[in-house]
């Protein structure tokens, strides 16, 4: 039977307001986050007949509890979604969303599906990292992966070490910026736009709304930076202030078929072109985008010079920064997660993945100039993802 690759476009994304862990979401469910999500994407879609959405794949990298049950079938169903749209649940941990867009992308390309939700969830605060795992004691005794490597700030440190040039001072002052950046783009309301506002509650002060995202630190300076532990390693260079934190959210987005897109009158933010995923040492995971990007690339025929939007998932400033020395991109690029990014805003792992997604769709509107971009993150025992996007804005004019 002859088949025919069908375009596969980002049609919208939204994510819930992001939350430090025991804080705004301390009594809230990672799977009612979720479900905030995909009401809100059909919310916001009214053209979209809900029964047509034919996958719902939802990320999280602990999946008990309430990240539990194949959680993209439970959500959908709590979401309102007809009970003939099925779902499924995934783990790539940081990249959890990233693999549910990309897994699913394939799937829409293949001509499986015509629409799905894709997305992720992380209630650190209600899922701490690691917990119930337990690794297979080879992984230990023939060092397979050495045990310090299970602890993302000291595959940080390692990355430090790989990279003398990226000193501390580098990694503060880019920590700075993202907090300058973050706090710039809530201030022209860019960010504003597609977070879902989350009814919360706790014990003390009864309801509430969660509309903001609760990690940023406007105020951070190189001054108060200086002086904080480096909790992976005494003298370290990763501290509390050059990291993402420990926190809540849920992303989701619909993706689409781009002719069904068209047939459906459902707007059209970003054309996926390739995407990418590799392995490194498990010991420098933070060094996983750079093969990941070379791989993505590469299958795209096209080169770092023709990327003129960057979101780099900012796990650490020190992965953010490898990946720029490696291309020869200055730390302050423009380019490069203009809004800011985790360091500030938060990173709930299995989530962060579509929140990169709608930066750049958010980009790609304001720079018709801007022909293509890439979203990339690091990810847990040694791996990068990384995605190339078109601009379907693309004029070649400056807006
Ligand atoms: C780095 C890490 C261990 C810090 O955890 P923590 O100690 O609970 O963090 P806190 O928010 O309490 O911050 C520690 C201190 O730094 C201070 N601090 C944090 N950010 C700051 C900033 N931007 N400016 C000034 N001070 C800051 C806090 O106020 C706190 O000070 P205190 O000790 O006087 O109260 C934790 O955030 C972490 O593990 N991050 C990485 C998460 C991760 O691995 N994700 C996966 C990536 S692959």
Known sequence: MPRQLREVVFVDGVRTPFGKA????????????????????????????????????????TQIGDQGLTIGRTAALLAGLPQSVPGYAIDRMCAGAMTAVTTTAAGIAFGSYDVVVAGGVEHMGRHPMGEGVDPNPRIMSERIVDPEALSMGNTAENLHDRYPTITKERADAYAVRSQQ?????????????????VAVRTAEEGWGLATTDEPPRPETSLE??????????????????????INDGATACLLADEETAR???????????SFSFAGVEPEVMGAGPIPATEKALAQAGLTIDDIGAFEINEAFAVQVLSLLEHYGIADDDPRVNPYGGAIAMGHPLASSGV?????????????????????????????GGTVVWENPHYTGEVA
């Open 22 to 61: 025991k804080g705004q979401y301390a009594e809230t469910r990672a799977d009612d986050l979720v479900i905030k999500c995909i009401r809100d994407l059909i919310r916001r879609n009214p053209q979209l007949p809900p029964e047509r959405i034919d996958e719902v794949a939802i990320a999280a990298t």
């Open 181 to 197: 950046r973050t706090a710039a783009a809530y201030a022209a309301g860019i960010i504003q736009p597609d977070l879902v506002p």
């Open 224 to 245: 108060s930076l200086a002086g904080l532990k480096t909790p992976f390693r005494p003298h370290g260079r990763v501290t509390a202030g050059n990291a993402a934190g």
């Open 263 to 273: 047939e459906l009158g459902l707007p059209v933010k970003m054309r996926l072109v």
């Open 355 to 383: 929140r990169l997604m709608n930066h750049l769709a958010h980009r790609f509107a304001e720079a018709p100039d801007v022909r293509y971009g890439i979203t990339t993150m690091c990810v847990g025992i040694g791996m």
